[in-house]
């Protein structure tokens, strides 16, 4: 296993993986997907997660992002450690510090674009009005501001991706995971979308972090981590990759 | 944007299914609320027409009430006048009627025909049971009643006599004699219990006692009281000043002669709690179905919304919430469907097939019972809920993973 890049000025990472172990069982086998893995990711951390299909990115992805329970190892939140919170918790967790964007962009079909941006909001309690502002104001970054009251089902699949990115930006995360962001999108769109990506990275210092084939992603990636067989091959911080 | 908001629009986009599962909470519910309306009037029917058959009460004589008797009248109630007069001094009676009961052969000189006869005061008893609206042929005794009778329709048929033909009435006396007076048939009743029907017969108080040879003696005092009347405390104020007068009574209420009323209450409470258990069963199974093929469809929608940091219980709330709102509109459509249908049955008047050993069917009459309506509307919500709670549950445990996984 590859040791987590250099530290960096900032001394408590956002996130912390202690060798994390998670096998799925496959009728009567048990498979491993994800085999004693460590790993750091810091605030504003532009991170891509690669590997063959099988070797454990999205289940790291899952397990980091708390939608999914490693078997063993211990996983730390800002420094807190997450393996005994509740399912409450957990949501509550991921609802006011993550942000989570989506292959197939799984926005809320009943609900319209500047609906499904404040959805998230809605969950914490921010009032009515300043949860339309946020949202106009979240659409207006992701170029999407005439958009507003659009059911998902009328937007095309990259303006869909930018509403989801909206979406997962609208409680101030510290933490944007994205599970094959462009894999459903063209390549110009995919282009665009992680442009924006690493611009709201930069300019709101939010981490994002990609389980990806997708070269594009890996090219612009600032941290690329290796998976092969659920194990870290390589953890390469890439100094000419554009910030 | 709550649960129930979300719930909502679930429903609005899901139009067909919400509409499918509205029809069976709406005929459920009318199904309630009609049911409940029609049994509703049956019991009031049944009440008013026992009570003015038996009265509100009656007072007889104390041993009349545990044994039989071997002679006519022989625990009837003497110097009935004097008794009647009391009864009716007290402020909650509204009328006290003298009735004697007998039995005897009636002849037309060539056929003998056993009888179960009642002599009564014909005006009062008229005025308070409805008596004069049961004769179908010729007229009400009159009167005292004079020597005139009323017959049963079948009682007249097998004796082949009609108003204005005259009978012989044979009964036995008090003392065990055989007596036998003329009378004229003033009128034939129709008692709508065949087998009383054959038999039935009426006379004024005058041709019962010269039939009887007992005067002032009745078999008991029928006791109608006013409107809102309190039951139980009259029944006690006029024994206590019956018995104060050195009256043997006792008094009974309708409730205590008309033990049928409480068997048929309880044969209709029980196949209404039957069908209704059915109807419940239906719809909790038919909605179960729907809910469940909503969580199915809906999977990674609740995965995303899991994901977004919506609680378990959130998702729970929600599928709960559209099943309560599908029990709410299906109730609203339910009550608006039973109106229509309760004014077309109270319109068109459809008569029910005759009771066993009955002589008419009685007309369909489904009455506005509201706590029929609340008690659908409850009965709707709690069922959708409980169809809802399990497939809400299964959602609101859904592994995230696999929910977003899911195709």
Redesign the interface.
Same mark, same amino acid.
């Given at each position: 296993m590859a040791p987590s890049p250099e530290p960096g000025s900032d001394p408590s990472p956002l996130l912390e993986a202690r060798d994390v172990t998670r096998t799925y069982r496959m009728g009567v086998e048990r498979v491993p997907a994800v085999q004693d893995v460590s790993l750091q990711v810091r605030a504003s951390e532009f991170v891509a997660l690669q590997g063959p299909s099988g070797s454990g990115k999205t289940t790291l992805l =899952?397990i980091l992002?708390l939608? @999914?329970r490693p078997d063993a190892g211990t996983l730390l939140i800002a420094g807190r450690e997450a393996g005994g919170l509740s399912?409450?918790e957990r %949501? @509550?967790l &991921? &609802? @006011?510090r993550f942000g989570?964007v989506?292959q197939?962009f =799984?926005l809320? $079909?009943? #609900?319209s674009a500047q609906?499904n941006v %404040?959805? $998230?909001m %809605? #969950? %914490?309690g921010v009032a009515a009005g300043e949860r339309r502002t946020r949202a106009e104001q979240l659409l207006a970054a992701v170029g999407l501001e005439q958009k507003a009251s659009v059911r998902p089902d009328l937007l095309s699949g990259g303006q869909r991706q930018r509403v989801a990115i909206a &979406?997962a930006l609208a409680?101030h995360p510290a933490v944007v995971f994205a599970d094959e962001p462009t894999a459903n999108l063209d390549s110009k769109t995919a282009e665009d979308i992680l442009d924006l990506m690493r611009g709201l990275c930069d300019s709101r210092r939010v981490a994002f972090l990609f389980a990806t084939h997708d070269p594009r992603v890996v090219a612009r990636a600032r941290r690329v981590v290796s998976l092969h067989d659920g194990r870290i091959e390589s953890d390469v911080v890439s100094p000419e990759a554009p910030r | 944007m709550s649960s129930f908001a979300l719930a909502w629009r679930n429903l609005v986009r899901q139009r067909r299914r919400t509409a499918l599962m509205g029809v069976v909470v709406a005929f459920g519910f009318a199904a309630f609320a009609l049911a409940g309306g029609f049994i509703a009037q049956s019991f009031e029917g049944l009440r008013e027409g026992t009570i003015r058959s038996v009265g509100q009460l009656q007072a007889v004589d104390r041993r009349a009430v545990s044994s039989s008797e071997e002679t006519t009248l022989e625990f009837g109630i003497t110097d009935a006048a004097r008794a009647r007069a009391i009864v009716a001094r007290d402020p909650a009676v509204a009328s006290v009627l003298p009735r004697s009961d007998f039995v005897g052969l009636a002849t037309n000189g060539a056929k003998s025909i056993p009888y179960l006869g009642v002599g009564v005061d014909p005006e009062p008893e008229a005025a308070a049971t409805g008596a004069r609206e049961l004769v179908t042929v010729g007229s009400y005794l009159s009167g005292d009643g004079g020597d005139g009778v009323l017959l049963g329709t079948g009682l007249a048929s097998a004796l082949a006599v009609r108003p204005g033909d005259r009978v012989t009435l044979m009964a036995t006396t008090p003392d065990g004699s055989l007596n036998a007076v003329d009378g004229v048939v003033r009128g034939l009743v129709d008692v709508r219990i065949k087998e009383l029907n054959d038999r039935y017969l009426a006379a004024g108080a005058g041709l019962v006692s010269r039939l009887l040879q007992s005067s002032g003696t009745v078999s008991k005092l029928v006791i109608f009281l006013k409107p809102g009347a309190d039951e139980a405390a009259a029944a006690r104020r006029i024994a206590s000043a019956l018995s104060a007068a050195g009256h043997n009574v006792t008094l009974r209420s309708w409730r205590q002669l008309a033990v049928f009323y409480e068997q048929v209450k309880l044969l209709y409470v029980g196949i209404f709690g039957f069908v209704g258990t059915v109807l419940v069963v239906i719809v909790i199974l038919s909605a179960a179905i729907v809910m469940t093929m909503a969580v199915t469809e809906r999977t990674r929608e609740i995965g995303t919304l899991r994901a977004l940091g919506t609680r378990p219980s959130g998702v729970l709330w929600m599928f709960l919430a559209e099943g309560v709102a599908i029990a709410v509109i299906g109730c609203v459509a339910g009550a608006v469907f039973a109106f229509i249908v309760r004014a077309v049955l109270n319109a068109w008047g459809f008569t029910l097939p005759p009771p066993p050993g009955g002589t008419h069917g009685e007309p369909i009459h489904v009455q506005l019972y509201p706590l029929a309506y609340a008690a659908g509307l409850v009965a709707m919500v709690v069922t959708m809920g409980i169809a809802s709670y399990f497939p809400a549950r299964r959602a609101a445990r859904l592994s995230i993973v696999e929910a977003l996984a899911h195709v």
């Amino acid at each position: 296993m590859a040791p987590s890049p250099e530290p960096g000025s900032d001394p408590s990472p956002l996130l912390e993986a202690r060798d994390v172990t998670r096998t799925y069982r496959m009728g009567v086998e048990r498979v491993p997907a994800v085999q004693d893995v460590s790993l750091q990711v810091r605030a504003s951390e532009f991170v891509a997660l690669q590997g063959p299909s099988g070797s454990g990115k999205t289940t790291l992805l =899952n397990i980091l992002g708390l939608l @999914d329970r490693p078997d063993a190892g211990t996983l730390l939140i800002a420094g807190r450690e997450a393996g005994g919170l509740s399912e409450n918790e957990r %949501a @509550d967790l &991921r &609802r @006011d510090r993550f942000g989570f964007v989506f292959q197939t962009f =799984n926005l809320i $079909p009943v #609900l319209s674009a500047q609906e499904n941006v %404040a959805y $998230p909001m %809605a #969950l %914490a309690g921010v009032a009515a009005g300043e949860r339309r502002t946020r949202a106009e104001q979240l659409l207006a970054a992701v170029g999407l501001e005439q958009k507003a009251s659009v059911r998902p089902d009328l937007l095309s699949g990259g303006q869909r991706q930018r509403v989801a990115i909206a &979406r997962a930006l609208a409680n101030h995360p510290a933490v944007v995971f994205a599970d094959e962001p462009t894999a459903n999108l063209d390549s110009k769109t995919a282009e665009d979308i992680l442009d924006l990506m690493r611009g709201l990275c930069d300019s709101r210092r939010v981490a994002f972090l990609f389980a990806t084939h997708d070269p594009r992603v890996v090219a612009r990636a600032r941290r690329v981590v290796s998976l092969h067989d659920g194990r870290i091959e390589s953890d390469v911080v890439s100094p000419e990759a554009p910030r | 944007m709550s649960s129930f908001a979300l719930a909502w629009r679930n429903l609005v986009r899901q139009r067909r299914r919400t509409a499918l599962m509205g029809v069976v909470v709406a005929f459920g519910f009318a199904a309630f609320a009609l049911a409940g309306g029609f049994i509703a009037q049956s019991f009031e029917g049944l009440r008013e027409g026992t009570i003015r058959s038996v009265g509100q009460l009656q007072a007889v004589d104390r041993r009349a009430v545990s044994s039989s008797e071997e002679t006519t009248l022989e625990f009837g109630i003497t110097d009935a006048a004097r008794a009647r007069a009391i009864v009716a001094r007290d402020p909650a009676v509204a009328s006290v009627l003298p009735r004697s009961d007998f039995v005897g052969l009636a002849t037309n000189g060539a056929k003998s025909i056993p009888y179960l006869g009642v002599g009564v005061d014909p005006e009062p008893e008229a005025a308070a049971t409805g008596a004069r609206e049961l004769v179908t042929v010729g007229s009400y005794l009159s009167g005292d009643g004079g020597d005139g009778v009323l017959l049963g329709t079948g009682l007249a048929s097998a004796l082949a006599v009609r108003p204005g033909d005259r009978v012989t009435l044979m009964a036995t006396t008090p003392d065990g004699s055989l007596n036998a007076v003329d009378g004229v048939v003033r009128g034939l009743v129709d008692v709508r219990i065949k087998e009383l029907n054959d038999r039935y017969l009426a006379a004024g108080a005058g041709l019962v006692s010269r039939l009887l040879q007992s005067s002032g003696t009745v078999s008991k005092l029928v006791i109608f009281l006013k409107p809102g009347a309190d039951e139980a405390a009259a029944a006690r104020r006029i024994a206590s000043a019956l018995s104060a007068a050195g009256h043997n009574v006792t008094l009974r209420s309708w409730r205590q002669l008309a033990v049928f009323y409480e068997q048929v209450k309880l044969l209709y409470v029980g196949i209404f709690g039957f069908v209704g258990t059915v109807l419940v069963v239906i719809v909790i199974l038919s909605a179960a179905i729907v809910m469940t093929m909503a969580v199915t469809e809906r999977t990674r929608e609740i995965g995303t919304l899991r994901a977004l940091g919506t609680r378990p219980s959130g998702v729970l709330w929600m599928f709960l919430a559209e099943g309560v709102a599908i029990a709410v509109i299906g109730c609203v459509a339910g009550a608006v469907f039973a109106f229509i249908v309760r004014a077309v049955l109270n319109a068109w008047g459809f008569t029910l097939p005759p009771p066993p050993g009955g002589t008419h069917g009685e007309p369909i009459h489904v009455q506005l019972y509201p706590l029929a309506y609340a008690a659908g509307l409850v009965a709707m919500v709690v069922t959708m809920g409980i169809a809802s709670y399990f497939p809400a549950r299964r959602a609101a445990r859904l592994s995230i993973v696999e929910a977003l996984a899911h195709v």
